[in-house]
C-alpha cells in the first residue's frame, strides 16, 4: 500500500529528539556537511518541484535510506510538510556536527513550531542517511510570557485552526474546556468528500488507539470490584496464551503499560484478509495467535496493540459479557456518551466521518479515502468512534470519579518506571513535565487526540479525518493552556 503511513514512520522513528523540546540552542552553528543538507531539504520543502525533488533524493539520500521507502512515499514527505504549513523557516539549530543537524523551524501558514533533523554519512559527499520531523513547542524567547486569559485563548486558538482549515490542512472538529465547561468547539471541513458533507461538533469521528483508554478503565473497574487483579497472571484467563510458559510471566500490568512483549496483531494476515471476517474479541484474537513474545514481560517498553486486544479477551472472561456490551453500560452509557461506539461500517450510522489521505502524484494532489485500509469494526486497541463532545464527558466522568474512585484515577493517569514504562500508565499517555495526561490515535485518515491538563483543569479534544491532522490543533492548544507556566508537575 503506498500511503503517508510509511512517511509518518519515517518521521517518528528517526526523530531522536521529544516533541516538547525546550530550550538549548545553538546561535552560531558550524558549516557542518548536516547543517548544509538541512538547509537544502528546507529549500525542497519551501519549493517543492517533483522533477527537482526526484533528482535530489536520488543524488543525495544514501541506499539505506533511499531504499526505505518507495520514492513516492520519499516525495510525499517532502510535499506533505510543505502543504501543511506553507514553508518553513529556519529559526535556531539545537546540534550541528559533521553526521548530525537539528533546528527549530516555523511553520509560514501558522507560526507554529517543529523540529527538523537531518542525519548525514560521514564520509564525503555526506550522503543523507536519515530524517526527521516532529512538532514541538516553541524554542526558549519565543513562548507567551504570561498566563492568558480565556478569551485571549480562544480567539488565537480559533484564528490559527481557520489558517489551517482555510488551506485546507486541517479537516475535523476541536473543543477546549476549562473544568468541563467548553470554551471553544468548531467543527471544519467535510466529513464526506463524495457528497460534501460538512462535519459538525457532534459528528463521529475515528478513535485509532484511543479505544486503550476505555480498555483500561474497564480494567480498572473489575479491579476495584474484585473480579481480578493488576497483577494477575494473564494465564488466569487465557492461559494458553501465546502458550502457556509466556500466560505464567505476562502480568495484567504489562498488557496495561505495554511492556508485556506483545506485538501487533495488524499483520501480514489482517492485510490480506476481508476485514468482514473481524467483528469480535476472538475474531481479532485468530490474528494473534502465532505471536512470540520479543522480551522477557516488564523488560522494556513496546507499544502493543496485541496487548490491548487481550485485555479486551480478558474483560470478557473476567465481565462475563461481550467486550462491546461491557464498554458500552460501564463507560459510555455512566459518562453520558451517546455518540460513541464501535461501529460496524457496512451498517448504516448517521454523522460518521470518512478518513481521507492526501496524495501528491504527479497530476496534482488527489484524496484516497481510507474505506478498505482499516478494520470494518474498532475494538479494545482501536478503530472505535466517538465525538469531541463524548470525549469531554469522557474525561469529566474520570476525573470526577464516576467510572472509578480516586484511588483507580490516579493509578491509571500515572507513569510505571518500575517496569520499564515511565512515559506510560495504565492505558493513558503520561507527560509528567507539562501535566498532561491522555492519548492520541493516528492512521491513514484518521487523527485525534485528547490531553487531559491535571494541574489546571482544562481539556482540550481535537479529532480529524485528515492523517495527521489533529496534531498542529493539538500542539497550539497546548501552547495557549500552557502559557506563563514555568513549574514543571508537582509530584503526584
Request: glycine residues 8%; positive net charge; charged residues 25%.
Amino acid at each position: 500500500m503506498k500511503s503517508l503511513l510509511k512517511i509518518s514512520i519515517l518521521i517518528l522513528s528517526l526523530a531522536s529528539a521529544p516533541s516538547n523540546l525546550t530550550g538549548q540552542t545553538s546561535q552560531t552553528p558550524s558549516d557542518s556537511p548536516a547543517t548544509r543538507r538541512l538547509n537544502e531539504l528546507v529549500q525542497l520543502i519551501n519549493a517543492p518541484d517533483r522533477a527537482a525533488a526526484t533528482a535530489y533524493i536520488q543524488k543525495n539520500y544514501n541506499a539505506g535510506f533511499l531504499n526505505l521507502s518507495p520514492m513516492d512515499d520519499h516525495l510525499g514527505f517532502i510535499f506533505q510538510v510543505h502543504d501543511r504549513t506553507r514553508g518553513l523557516e529556519v529559526h535556531s539549530f539545537q546540534t550541528s556536527t559533521q553526521t548530525e543537524a537539528s533546528a527549530f523551524v516555523k511553520s509560514k501558514l501558522t507560526g507554529d513550531w517543529r523540529v527538523l533533523i537531518v542525519r548525514v554519512e560521514s564520509a564525503p559527499p555526506h550522503l543523507i542517511a536519515g530524517i526527521g520531523m516532529r512538532l514541538a513547542s516553541a524554542p526558549a524567547g519565543e513562548r507567551p510570557a504570561r498566563k492568558l486569559t480565556e478569551e485571549e485563548m480562544v480567539k488565537e486558538l480559533d484564528a490559527f485552526v481557520k489558517k489551517l482549515a482555510a488551506a485546507d490542512a486541517f479537516s475535523g472538529a476541536a473543543l477546549l474546556a476549562k473544568d468541563g465547561r467548553p470554551i471553544y468547539k468548531k467543527a471544519f471541513g467535510e466529513a464526506s468528500k463524495e457528497f460534501n458533507v460538512p462535519n459538525r461538533t457532534d459528528t463521529k469521528f475515528n478513535l485509532g488507539s484511543m479505544n486503550k483508554m476505555f480498555t483500561s478503565v474497564a480494567i480498572a473497574q473489575l479491579v476495584e470490584r474484585g473480579k481480578l487483579s493488576f497483577d494477575d497472571p494473564l494465564s488466569k484467563f487465557l492461559p494458553d496464551f501465546p502458550d502457556k510458559e509466556s500466560a505464567e510471566k505476562i502480568k495484567i500490568k504489562h498488557l496495561l503499560t505495554h511492556t508485556s512483549g506483545l506485538g501487533s496483531y495488524f499483520n501480514r494476515k489482517f492485510m490480506e484478509s476481508s476485514r468482514a471476517r473481524f467483528r469480535t474479541v476472538n475474531d481479532m484474537m485468530e490474528l494473534a495467535k502465532e505471536e512470540k513474545l520479543a522480551f522477557e514481560p516488564g523488560a522494556r517498553w513496546q507499544y502493543s496493540n496485541t496487548g490491548m486486544l487481550v485485555l479486551g479477551a480478558v474483560i470478557e472472561k473476567a465481565s462475563g459479557q461481550s467486550y462491546f456490551d461491557y464498554i458500552r453500560e460501564n463507560i459510555y452509557r455512566p459518562a453520558g456518551m451517546t455518540n460513541s461506539d464501535c461501529y460496524e461500517l457496512d451498517l448504516v450510522t448517521p454523522n460518521l466521518a470518512l478518513g481521507y489521505e492526501k496524495e501528491f502524484a504527479a497530476e496534482g494532489v488527489r484524496f484516497r479515502n481510507n474505506l478498505f485500509m482499516h478494520v470494518i469494526r474498532g475494538g479494545p486497541a482501536g478503530g472505535g468512534y466517538s465525538t469531541v463532545e463524548d470525549l469531554l464527558r469522557f474525561d469529566t466522568a474520570l476525573r470526577s470519579g464516576k467510572l472509578v474512585g480516586q484511588e483507580y484515577v490516579k493509578l491509571l493517569t500515572s507513569a510505571k518506571p518500575e517496569i520499564n514504562s515511565p512515559d506510560y500508565g495504565y492505558g493513558f499517555s503520561i507527560d509528567k513535565e507539562r501535566g498532561i495526561v491522555g492519548h492520541s490515535g493516528g492512521f491513514p485518515g484518521i487523527s485525534s487526540n485528547l490531553d487531559m491538563f491535571l494541574e489546571n483543569g482544562f481539556t482540550a479534544v481535537v479529532m480529524s479525518n485528515y492523517g495527521g491532522g489533529s496534531q498542529a490543533v493539538t500542539s497550539k492548544m497546548r501552547e495557549l493552556v500552557l502559557a506563563g507556566r514555568e513549574s514543571p508537575m508537582s509530584k503526584r
